[in-house]
DNA sequence: TATGAATGAGACTTCATTCAT
DNA sequence: TATGAATGAAGTCTCATTCAT
């Protein structure tokens, strides 16, 4: 049986939560230190173990939520009308989450960078199925003559990878552009491109 | 003047490079330890800091050194031929690079993942210069009505997140197809679907 | 505004001082480690550290409460009374104070030595001033005729030299005389062998 | 059999040994690094140990020559002629030996301050001999009424107190007035100032 | 004789975690 | 619930010394 949580620890959970997420996502787990932590979420260092007893048990709270978040978005995607329509939205979404949580997609890069030690499960089991079942839509299109011949597994891929790219390489694109992710009118652009490009790179 | 570099030196120093562009590139610079590069480049501490006075003096070398085989990689590219062959060209490059200069890329996304602190003034030198050279050529090739009148910079982004993403997501990508950067089949495979969406994104 | 120091904060702080004074008097600032202070004061290594954040931080607390001591004896120096009164009461507390505070003295003495690279700031300000002023009370009396004509600053750098000897020195003089800083009576003598020494050399 | 000493040999030998009074003087024996003994030198390390094996051996080794050149400039001081003449001829020597040997001088401070534990032995025997002889000395001339009834070993202490002064704090006294040990004026004018208060303070 | 290369021991300092209140 | 105080382990870096040439 879970404890009861008072108001305070709910609002001080989420408020550790979101500084560590800040903090992880620049300088992965190893690198990130506590004191780190403790200081954007205007907490002493031990009032931040009284919630979470270890730093690893607050970094997969961290990486746990995050991915939860991101299967939400991806289930969210109903394969309902055409495929321009479906791949579109899907663009869409991912977009706006990416941008949205892009400290959540940060800290999920430096876990796979490190090997993706306590991601493995977790990318085996729910992934691994939503992947499937889009591949599986996927050569539906291209049987019925609405896509191109492609692997479907690099479709999906290539979206990922784009997508996020504008959300964890802000910095670059920062430097290259002068554009940040606060710029509306340079990520409609950008989506907007994107989506364009990638349409026409599939579509019959 | 730079000292003369005996033998040992030279063989010691790209064993030092080679160990701790690895783990960098796992753990970025605060989350790795000296430990960990002198144990994967056989050494022992001391030793390994009798060539690089500091830990952020070997980070920097790696990091210059990936930027430089990068940039060398990108001037490679010449602009000969038509829209087609150019752009096929370019992403062939820099998938093989990336393929082969995996850890590099990684190190190279951990220091953007940080703000780039090391690299913000390297970036904003070579890389802007060499982009903007892109545009210009981009933009030809759309006065010309050889490819679809796409905002140049983010058909660059895409192909840069798109080969990135194998050599950086390869955790990733293995969990979820059984994969790995040595299989040189999925790797073609890869690079032909790539290209073929790209290619048929923009040309017209 | 000074942080609000609990009791154990100011307890600890003093046993660090202390012990630190110790240390540094016999092995100067290079020469001493944490971990000797740290035994010294019957505390662990990081807790020391948690008090002052350096070693550096802890030997300038240490040398500027040694020299606000320092100052303060000198301060107390009233010129009231005849020559041979002040200089004879001056050269009784300069002896006390050496001995009570030997401990602070040598650190004084290892930062000169060392070239009162922490110190020079310090010493330009209060103490130059303080010395300008006894120069002018010792040409009052010389022009007055109480005591020889000689040159003020060498009085003054004689009695600082002889009072400090015995404190500075202690390990030669116990080795040439058996007699240690705790021996009342060979002190007493030396100051007053001293003393009249010192006022017979300048009185007329 | 000593074994035969090459130019070089001797020339690199005394090259150490001064460069290793320099830093030691400062630093004394834990806080001074064979680096900079070396690079004074204009040595490697490795070669600098070829001549004295161990940091240890080469401190000893400038103790004992500095405690010698005292030794013998102490042996020097005839006693002939005056109480007058026999001190001012000492505290002259003195003054000189200080300031053309002060390096040699503050190790030997440094040295007592830790203890003088690689000096104890040395300071029993020779220096004890002179210093009983020159009591006696002085008594001879407290009961032939030469001069005033004090305790000798404190007029012994003082001079030594006063004619290193100048030496040891030279860093002091520079900052207080301005004067280096190269100043020739401001010397004589101490050595002068001295010599005649501690005259005037003993005899009759 | 001279020095580049190497290292075990130890220095300063940081960090995750615990304790006591 | 919150935090000042404390610490063992580990991290970066230095140093005396040795080895090989």
Sequence with gaps: MEKQK???????RQKIIDAA???????????????????????SKPNLLYYFKTKRTLYRTVLEDTLNQWLGCLKEWQVEG????????????????????AFGSRVFVNEILEGAPNLKYLLGEDLKLFVSQ????IKGWIKSG???PIEPIHLIFMIWAVTQHYADFSTQIETLTGKTLADKDFYQEAKKNITQMILRGVLK
């Design 6 to 12: 008072s108001r305070t620890q709910v609002i001080n």
């Design 21 to 43: 997420t800040r903090v992880f996502a620049k300088y992965g787990f190893n690198g990130t230190t506590l004191d780190q932590i403790a200081i954007m979420a205007s907490m």
């Design 82 to 101: 055409s495929a321009r329509q479906t791949i579109s939205n899907y663009i869409d979404k991912k977009f706006e989450f990416s941008r949205d949580h």
């Design 134 to 137: 889009n591949i599986l839509t």
């Design 146 to 148: 609405e896509i191109e």
